[in-house]
């Protein structure tokens, strides 16, 4: 039974451990790799994380018997493969001049031909704001957004509760808003 948690359904058929490790990598790597991405911001050490959350279910594959949902599960562990790889690393925050500046140069890209570059600056701003969410907020916004887990399943990953994940997105999307709105007002409109 452990084999066939991460086979699909079309594919069930008795497979070894390699040939299981091999069909959750090609189903659940973009899912990994996501996860790996949101937490790390960096496309090699996403890379990096994603191959070593691969080894880490080869190497406990014996656990996978007891595993109801293998999507999750993967998802964990990817979290806490990527989440140990960042502590490694310092934390950078953003402070009001960066985010002064940021605007500045939104509001400076307004020609016709560079407004198409816009929707991207926007993009770097939101996730620059993302950034400096508290650690509880910023992990449940990713994860809903980036890695598009459903409040139940963040919660699993999170070992939390789900309304405590609903909570958090909620507050998190409030936050963003009112800073978007605090920008846009000391700054004039951004169109």
Same mark, same amino acid.
């Not at 599960?73 to 806490?80: F, G, N, S, T």
């Given at each position: 039974? %452990?084999?066939? &948690?991460?086979?699909?359904e079309?594919?069930?058929?008795?497979?070894t451990?390699?040939?299981?490790?091999?069909?959750?990598?090609?189903e659940?790597?973009?899912l990994v790799?996501r996860?790996?991405y #949101?937490?790390?911001?960096?496309?090699?050490?996403?890379?990096?994380?994603?191959?070593?959350?691969?080894?880490?279910?080869?190497?406990?594959?014996?656990?996978?018997e007891?595993?109801?949902? %293998? =999507?999750?599960?993967?998802a =964990?562990? &990817?979290?806490?493969?990527a989440?140990?790889?960042?502590?490694?690393? +310092?934390?950078v925050?953003l402070?009001?001049?960066?985010?002064t500046?940021?605007i500045t140069?939104?509001?400076?890209?307004?020609?016709?031909?560079?407004?198409? %570059?816009?929707?991207s600056?926007?993009?770097?701003?939101?996730? #620059?704001?993302? %950034?400096?969410?508290? =650690?509880p907020?910023?992990?449940v916004?990713?994860?809903?957004?980036?890695? !598009?887990l459903? +409040?139940?399943?963040?919660a699993e990953?999170?070992g939390? #509760?789900?309304?405590?994940?609903?909570?958090?997105?909620?507050?998190?999307?409030?936050?963003? =808003? !009112?800073?978007?709105?605090?920008?846009?007002?000391?700054?004039?409109?951004?169109?």
């Amino acid at each position: 039974m %452990a084999e066939r &948690a991460f086979v699909s359904e079309g594919a069930m058929v008795a497979a070894t451990d390699e040939d299981v490790l091999e069909c959750a990598v090609r189903e659940h790597a973009g899912l990994v790799y996501r996860i790996a991405y #949101s937490v790390l911001r960096n496309h090699r050490d996403a890379e990096d994380a994603t191959q070593e959350t691969f080894i880490r279910v080869l190497r406990y594959k014996k656990r996978l018997e007891g595993v109801g949902e %293998a =999507k999750s599960w993967l998802a =964990k562990i &990817a979290w806490r493969t990527a989440v140990e790889r960042s502590r490694k690393r +310092p934390e950078v925050s953003l402070s009001e001049a960066e985010m002064t500046n940021a605007i500045t140069k939104l509001r400076s890209q307004l020609a016709s031909v560079e407004e198409t %570059a816009l929707g991207s600056e926007l993009a770097g701003l939101l996730g #620059s704001l993302i %950034a400096v969410l508290r =650690k509880p907020l910023r992990d449940v916004l990713r994860l809903s957004l980036v890695d !598009e887990l459903s +409040p139940g399943e963040i919660a699993e990953v999170l070992g939390t #509760s789900e309304a405590s994940v609903r909570s958090r997105l909620f507050r998190a999307r409030q936050i963003l =808003k !009112e800073k978007l709105m605090a920008l846009e007002g000391s700054y004039g409109n951004l169109r």
